[in-house]
């Protein structure tokens, strides 16, 4: 049974700093990309950050500079580094395994003053 488990969401002020988590069970953690995705409200769901099993990284425009996706083979474990956050990354934030179709649950970020 494949489940992605993600903590670390909240809320906080303008240029906070935030750190996502996702445990992945289930799958052969290491020769997996992994990414992080979010979704506003009335906005479609979008990519954010990916890493594939060699630590390459690609990240949406909007965050470069500000956010930093991170994994730890050892702890089956994706991070999501999230600085200098703007009322506009507000959203769900889901982490996904692009090759197997899965989906963690979700966790709410909040950017509010």
């Known amino acids: 049974q494949v489940q992605l488990v993600e903590s670390g969401g909240g809320s906080v002020q303008p240029g906070g700093s935030l750190t996502l988590s996702c445990a992945a069970s289930?799958?052969?953690?290491?020769?997996?990309?992994m990414a992080w995705y979010r979704q506003a409200p009335a906005k479609a769901r979008e990519l954010v950050a990916s890493?594939?099993?060699?630590?390459?990284?690609h990240y949406v425009d909007s965050v470069k500079g500000r956010f930093t996706i991170s994994r730890d083979n050892a702890k089956s474990t994706v991070y999501l580094q999230m600085n200098a956050l703007k009322f506009e990354d507000t959203a769900v934030y889901y982490c996904?395994?692009?090759?197997?179709?899965?989906w963690g649950q979700g966790t709410q970020v909040t950017v509010s003053s």
């Open positions: 996904h395994a692009p090759s197997t179709g899965y």
């Open positions: 890493i594939d099993p060699s630590d390459r990284t």
């Open positions: 289930g799958i052969i953690f290491t020769i997996y990309n």
